[in-house]
């Protein structure tokens, strides 16, 4: 079935640093892309998204990238700011479906 | 907006009792989508709902969950009996036909004892 893998499951950065999330997916039919926040206790939120017919989108210190022929897509956060620090989960929409398929999860931690 | 609604937010029972979790998606969003949140096994989706109709129900567990979707604005997911390892976080999502992105209810943390 399909999968999502995602990578590194916890990052620690220092304050200005930048923070790379990686993920891979396995059908190659998906088109959508997004990235979520989660803070302790609270719901995930969508940060960034990313449609299959774009490589690269930003949003001031946030960029995703898509390799389609890897079937791998990236989360860029520069700059890193303490409040930045939350658990990051990517996902893949199923293909013909409204569905996602979740990582597994990055905890990031921005060290002050 | 209000945004997703779910209630209550925090439930705590004893094992073998029924359990109901209760959903107000957004207005004018078409899918709603269940999902269970554990350390273990992450976010995990259980059921989601087309125009009120379910359409793919394979994440649920087994027969003790059950999930409806009586209206457009409302939701249930029901668990009986409950047992110690359906302790987790539901969180209830929806989104608007033709956008896939998916806006996420305050979840439910559930704890059977």
């Known amino acids: 079935g399909e999968n999502v893998e995602q990578h590194p499951s916890t990052l620690s950065v220092q304050e200005g640093d930048s923070a790379v999330i990686k993920c891979t997916y396995s059908?190659?039919?998906?088109?959508?892309f997004p990235w979520y926040k989660q803070e302790l206790g609270k719901r995930p939120q969508l940060i960034i998204d990313i449609r299959s017919n774009v490589g690269e989108k930003k949003d001031q210190r946030i960029a995703v990238t898509l390799n389609k022929t890897a079937k791998h897509f990236s989360l860029h956060i520069t700059e890193t700011q303490p409040e930045d620090s939350a658990v990051y989960f990517c996902?893949?929409?199923?293909?013909?479906?409204?569905?996602?398929?979740f990582g597994t999860g990055t905890r990031l931690k921005v060290l002050a | 907006d209000a945004g997703v609604i779910q209630s209550p937010r925090h439930e705590v029972t004893e094992m073998g009792q029924e359990v109901t979790l209760r959903c107000k998606p957004i207005?004018?969003?078409?899918?709603l989508f269940w999902y269970r949140q554990t350390m273990m096994r992450g976010l995990e989706l259980l059921i989601y709902?087309?125009?009120?109709?379910?359409?793919?129900d394979s994440g649920m567990p087994e027969d003790r969950f059950s999930a409806k979707m009586p209206n457009a604005s409302f939701s249930t997911l029901k668990i009986q009996p409950s047992e110690p390892r359906d302790s987790a976080v539901y969180f209830c999502?929806?989104?608007?036909?033709?956008?896939?992105?998916?806006?996420f209810g305050p979840g439910t943390r559930l704890l059977v004892l």
């Open positions: 996902a893949a929409a199923v293909s013909g479906t409204y569905k996602y398929i």
């Open positions: 709902f087309n125009n009120n109709v379910p359409i793919d």
């Open positions: 999502a929806s989104s608007r036909q033709g956008v896939e992105t998916q806006y």
């Open positions: 207005s004018g969003h078409d899918y």
């Open positions: 059908d190659s039919a998906s088109n959508y």
